[in-house]
Nanobody, 130 residues
Framework: EVQLVESGGGLVQYGGSLRLSCAASGFSFDDYGAAWFRQAPGKEREGIACMSSNHGTTVYADSVKGRFTISTSNDKNTVYLQMNNLRPEDTAVYYC???????????????????????WGQGTQVTVSS
């Protein structure tokens, strides 16, 4: 079965850190780009980080730039989101998503918040207390 499973969410204090994991089963991030999204109560889903399918390009939303880092494991089966200096406004459900690279081409995170992803995770809650 093909799926993405997020983990690593939880409750953290203002200024703290968390690392979210997104484990792929049934496929590898070898030929997939990856992105992280979040959705706070009453707000629209927000794309916050993207990694290209060749894993050489990363793009971040202004709201997280300099604080969050997207990366992949050496075996390309897991994508991470390292979150530092967390703020209460980072409280949300976080989702990972995977998008397949094109034939003989790569996905370079063009308009990643609105791209059509092949797979989505179920989400993990992050709560930052003030």
């Amino acid at each position: 079965e093909v799926q993405l499973v997020e983990s690593g969410g939880g409750l953290v204090q203002y200024g703290g850190s968390l690392r979210l994991s997104c484990a792929a089963s049934g496929f590898s991030f070898d030929d997939y780009g990856a992105a992280w999204f979040r959705q706070a109560p009453g707000k629209e889903r927000e794309g916050i980080a993207c990694m290209s399918s060749n894993h050489g390009t990363t793009v971040y939303a202004d709201s997280v730039k300099g604080r969050f880092t997207i990366s992949t494991s050496n075996d390309k089966n897991t994508v991470y989101l390292q979150m530092n200096n967390l703020r209460p406004e980072d409280t949300a459900v976080y989702y990972c998503a995977a998008i397949e690279a094109g034939f003989l081409s790569h996905y370079y995170c063009h308009d990643y918040p609105h791209a059509e992803y092949n797979y989505w995770g179920q989400g993990t809650q992050v709560t930052v207390s003030s």
